[in-house]
Structures are given as structure tokens and as C-alpha cells.
């Protein structure tokens, strides 16, 4: 099997617990993620997720790991991977133009002054600011407008990979589905590589074509990787309609209400440390006996 | 009548405010003169003498008038213009003043970075910190040789210190956010010091800085009157050696005014850093 693009290999973090021993929060957590794919890691509170994150952002140190891209190992931030942090992370002195051409003045040193600006605009029009706004400093801004400055500015610099920290989070219900659909048409329109955190089981299935499911900490694992199988383009009113769609909350509303707990906890000592993949589809020939559950339909393993 | 605005109304209490002290001020003076008079001091000092009384507003304003419309004609070394002698005190203060920026901006940086450098240097800023200013004054005369230089020094020494803590306490508090941001971008250390530490860390230091201006104009005043020769400082006590009180209550309101204004200029410049979260 070649190794897929991004590779996180039996990453371990442990901190200290406050008490003078240590906190094992995740433990030998591998999974791959291909070019172009969107995975969206889901998970309770705490469970380590931002961890994980900041990792791959090489913003932090995994005790024991590593994670490799396009066969190199990650060691430090780079320009390749952007990072839409939850609390969007806009330097509050300059305005929304400036924190964008602020972050492609730094991927390409080498453009004019008006090249800069330009991509810039073309990238805030993307996400809808266009105009007065842009000359708008963030605290002029509602919660919705700097998300979307964030986005713009991490997809302005077509990083190899994206990296979103549950970047709807702080949204009321209304902005966060629009802002959800701007990202699925920028990303639809890229083959951009997104790696996201949510713990927003509908917005996870909406965007994501696989989902990894973390089990809870301390020791929490990468348990499960649950494909969606709901063609693109999606749509938030269509793809309630779609066979598979209950089917597959079903599941991951299951796996965070009860398998989550009754998994964690556990010291190593699993066969494997790879997620199980999961296929749920209800769609194919091979349609369910009337006897199955509602719950794990298909459940491949490979 | 129309409403006044808040502005207005104000404006208009600090002009009823200041005639009604003036007003108190001029009545209240020749009462005190004629008690003056009588006293055995201004007798023995002889009637030629001038007649060291607190002066009328009245008076003031005269030399006020007198001493602004010519402020900067020099009649040897005991007799220049106010224009002049506020020259030399600003000159000397913002030679320190600069020179202390230059040391404490840099170094504020420095232990606002690194936590071993702030637990390094601690000590020894929270034992200089306190000390008064013209405490120094001997010390620095007797190795520097030179009042101008000494003078100097002191407004150095002393504008140092809320510069100093204020920038490493502004460096030290940058949000770990901003800093990823520009991790995350590749910025070297000095693109990321200038690009966002630095804006971030600004209205703290410039704060840290407007306190040092203006301490470093109460300071002179002081320093002039210990050294002489030359400055505000020294104008207002040779005015009080002449007995000349009107002068000394012109010279005390050109320093309030001075320092005001220097005040004022630095509030500019830290309304042009701020910014909100
Ligand atoms: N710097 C740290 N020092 C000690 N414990 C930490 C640190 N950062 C995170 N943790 C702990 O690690 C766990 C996972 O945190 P985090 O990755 O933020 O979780 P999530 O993003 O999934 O909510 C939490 O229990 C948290 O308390
Ligand atoms: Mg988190």
C-alpha cells in the first residue's frame, strides 16, 4: 500500500497532570489522509483534537510520533499548511485587507505590492467581502465577516494543507450553514488537501468525505474512519433526503453518545492501532436484509 | 435657548472656573501686600529693594505678555528669553529621554521574550527603579565632570525604568494566537518582532512611554535648579533669587503648559497604536 499524502504515524501526547504524573491524552494515533480529501475529525471535548492540530500545524511537539507529508517529516510551521484557528487569529491592528495580503505578502515575497492586493480581493470576494468592508478593521466586523476573513487568507495561499479548528464554533446557526456553504464552493473549486475539527455531527457529514471519530481521553484513539457516502455536490436540504444520511448519523450519533466512553480509558493493548474503516451505504444493490439494524449497516474492516 | 453639548457645557465651567479664581486671586493680593509691607524683613531689605510679594494675576499676565512676545533675546548669561531656557530643558530631556528609549525599548524586548532573562534582570530593576532620580546626581557629576551630561543622565536614569517594564510587559503579553499566525506564515524573528509584536505590544509601550515624559519633565526642573547655568529649572529659581515672584509664577505655569503639550503629543501618538481587540 503506498503511503498517502499526509501520514500520521503513532503519535502519543502526554503532559503532565498538574499532580506530578502524567496525562496520557491520546495514544498511537495513525491514520492517512489522501490528496484533496476533506477529513473531518470528530470527537468530545477535550479528547485531544486541537492537540492533534496544533501537531500537524507543527506548532507543537507530539511526545512520541510523527507526521509526515508528501513523505516529508513535519518539524515546525510551515507556508504549506494554513491554519483557520477557532478564535480566527486576525491581527486586530490592521484592516481585513491587510490581514490577507498580510499572509500572501509571506507566501510570495517575490509579487508586487499590486499583485499582493489583488489576489487578496479575489480571495475576500470569494467569501463574499467585498467593498467598504475590506478597509474595516476586524473589531468592525461581526463574528461571521472575520471568520470568513480567516478562511480567505488561509485558501489565499493554497497551502498544500488546511488545517480548520472547529472555525465555526463561535457561530450562531444562521451564519455558520452560510459560511459552511462558501467553504464547500471554494473547496469544490480546489484540490485542496482540508484536515477540520467540529464537533458538529451534521456540518461533520456535510463537508467531510471521511470522518474520524476520536474516542474520549484520557487514551483516547482515532476508533473509527466513517466514509460519506453522499455524492458531492451536497447540499444542506438535499442531502437529508439522501438514503444514506440517517443511516450515517445514526452511526456517528451513536459512536460519540455511548462508544466514545466505553472505549476510552484503555491502555494500549489493541490489535491494531489503525481506525476501523466504516462504509455505511444503503444505496448499492446489495441492499440491507430487513433485518438489519439501523445503527452499523455495513461495517467493512479492512 | 439651544442645548449646549456635553463639550460645550464643560468648556464653559473651566472658563467660569478660572475667572472666578482669578478673580479671588487679584482681590485677595493687596490685603497681603499691605501686610508685607509692614514686616521687619522688607524694611531691613531696604526700599530699593524689589518687593517680594505674591504677585497679582493681573501682573502676571503683563509679563507674560512681556516675556512672550520676545522669547528668545539672549542678554548674557543670567538674562534670556523664556523661549531659550525652555529650549535647553527640552533639549536636555529629550536627549535622555532618546537615549533611555533606545536602552529600554530593546532590552524591554529582550525580557519580554525570554522568561530567563526577566528572572535574570528583576532584581536589579526593582532595586534601581525606586531610587529618586536626583540621587544620582552626585554620583554622575563626579564621574561624567560635566553638569550638562550629568543633567542628562538623571532624566536618563529615570525615564528608563517605565519604558523598560512596560515594553517587557507588553512583549510578554502578545497573545500566543498573533504569534501563530506568524509561525505559521514562516516570518523570521525580526519580521515577526516588527510585524507583530511590536504592533502588538505598542500601546502598552508607548503608555510605558508617556509616563516617562512625564517624569522626565518633572525631573528636569529639578535637576536645573541643582546644576544652574542654563534651562527652565534654573530660570524659576534665579527668579527667586531676584525675588522676582512674578516671574516664578509665569516660569511654574510655562512648565505646566510644556509639559502638557508633551503629554498631549504622546496621547496622539497612542491613539494612533491602539487598537481594539
Ligand atoms: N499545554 C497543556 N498542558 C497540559 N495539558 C494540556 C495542554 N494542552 C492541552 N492539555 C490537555 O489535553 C487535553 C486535550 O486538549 P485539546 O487538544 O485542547 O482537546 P480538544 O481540542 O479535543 O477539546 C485536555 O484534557 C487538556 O486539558
Ligand atoms: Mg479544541
Not at chain 2, 15 to 24: D, P
Request: proline share 5%; net charge neutral.
Amino acid at each position: 500500500m503506498s503511503k498517502p499524502f499526509l501520514s500520521v504515524e503513532n503519535l502519543t501526547q502526554i503532559y503532565p497532570d498538574g499532580q506530578g504524573g502524567d496525562l496520557t491524552v491520546f495514544e498511537d494515533a495513525t491514520f492517512g489522509v489522501e490528496k484533496g480529501e476533506f477529513v473531518v475529525i470528530l470527537g468530545h471535548s477535550g479528547c485531544g483534537k486541537s492537540t492533534i492540530m496544533n501537531i500537524l500545524a507543527g506548532l507543537a511537539e507530539p511526545s512520541s510520533g510523527v507526521v509526515k507529508m508528501d513523505g516529508f517529516e513535519v518539524s515546525g510551521p510551515s507556508l504549506d499548511r494554513g491554519v483557520v484557528f477557532q478564535n480566527y487569529s486576525l491581527l486586530p491592528w490592521l484592516s481585513t485587507l491587510k490581514n490577507v495580503t498580510f499572509g500572501v505578502a509571506a507566501r510570495h515575497p517575490e509579487w508586487s505590492r499590486q499583485q499582493v492586493i489583488d489576489h487578496s480581493k479575489n480571495y475576500l470576494a470569494m467569501v463574499g467581502l467585498e467593498g467598504d468592508v475590506i478597509h474595516r478593521k476586524p473589531s468592525q466586523l461581526s463574528g461571521g465577516m472575520r471568520q470568513r476573513v480567516s478562511i480567505a487568507r488561509a485558501f489565499a495561499n493554497h497551502p498544500k494543507l488546511l488545517l480548520l479548528d472547529e472555525p465555526f464554533g463561535a457561530l450562531d446557526a444562521l451564519t455558520r450553514g452560510t459560511i459552511q456553504d462558501e467553504l464547500l464552493k471554494i473547496w469544490g473549486g480546489t484540490e485542496q488537501t482540508v484536515f477540520m475539527i467540529t464537533h458538529d455531527i451534521d456540518e461533520a457529514i456535510l463537508l467531510a468525505d471521511r470522518i474520524l471519530l476520536m474516542s474520549n481521553g484520557p487514551f483516547a484513539r482515532v476508533a473509527e474512519s466513517v466514509e460519506i457516502t453522499i455524492p458531492r455536490p451536497r447540499n444542506r436540504t438535499d442531502i437529508v433526503e439522501h438514503a444514506n444520511y440517517y443511516a450515517i448519523r445514526n452511526h456517528l450519533v451513536h459512536f460519540l453518545g455511548q462508544r466514545s466512553k466505553e472505549i476510552s480509558g484503555k491502555a494500549k493493548g489493541s490489535a491494531t492501532n489503525r481506525p476501523e474503516t466504516v462504509r455505511i451505504d444503503r444505496t448499492g444493490p446489495a441492499a440491507d436484509g430487513p433485518g438489519d439494524a439501523p445503527r452499523r449497516l455495513r461495517a467493512v474492516i479492512t | 435657548m439651544a442645548k449646549l453639548s456635553l463639550n460645550q457645557r464643560a468648556a464653559l465651567l473651566s472658563v467660569i472656573l478660572l475667572v472666578v479664581t482669578i478673580l479671588i486671586w487679584e482681590a485677595a493680593i493687596p490685603a497681603q501686600q499691605a501686610v508685607g509691607e509692614l514686616t521687619e524683613y522688607e524694611r531691613l531689605t531696604g526700599g530699593g529693594a524689589p518687593r517680594a510679594g505674591v504677585p497679582a494675576p493681573s501682573q502676571v499676565i503683563v509679563k507674560a505678555w512681556e516675556e512672550l512676545s520676545n522669547p528668545f533675546y539672549d542678554a548674557g548669561p543670567n538674562d534670556k528669553g523664556i523661549g531659550i531656557q525652555i529650549g535647553y530643558s527640552l533639549y536636555r530631556v529629550l536627549t535622555g529621554y532618546l537615549l533611555a528609549a533606545l536602552v529600554a525599548i530593546p532590552l524591554g524586548f529582550l525580557i519580554g521574550m525570554s522568561q530567563v532573562a526577566f528572572k535574570a534582570l528583576n532584581p536589579f530593576i526593582q532595586v534601581l527603579r525606586p531610587i529618586s532620580p536626583l540621587a544620582w546626581m552626585p554620583l554622575a557629576l563626579f564621574i561624567i565632570q560635566d553638569s550638562e551630561a550629568s543633567a542628562i543622565f538623571v532624566i536618563f536614569i529615570c525615564s528608563i525604568w517605565p519604558m523598560l517594564i512596560n515594553t517587557a510587559f507588553g512583549v510578554a503579553g502578545v497573545r500566543q494566537d498573533w504569534v501563530n499566525v506568524a509561525r505559521t506564515h514562516e516570518l523570521g524573528h525580526l519580521r515577526t518582532a516588527f510585524t507583530v509584536i511590536l504592533p502588538a505590544a505598542a500601546p502598552t509601550i508607548v503608555t510605558g512611554m508617556r509616563i516617562s515624559i512625564g517624569i522626565a519633565w518633572l525631573v528636569i526642573v529639578a535637576a536645573e535648579m541643582l546644576v544652574g547655568g542654563t534651562g527652565i529649572g534654573y530660570y524659576v529659581w534665579n527668579e527667586w533669587n531676584n525675588l522676582d515672584l512674578t516671574s516664578v509664577v509665569f516660569s511654574i505655569l510655562m512648565i505646566g503648559i510644556v509639559g502638557m503639550l508633551l503629554d498631549c503629543a504622546f496621547g496622539v501618538v497612542q491613539r494612533a497604536v491602539a487598537y481594539v481587540e
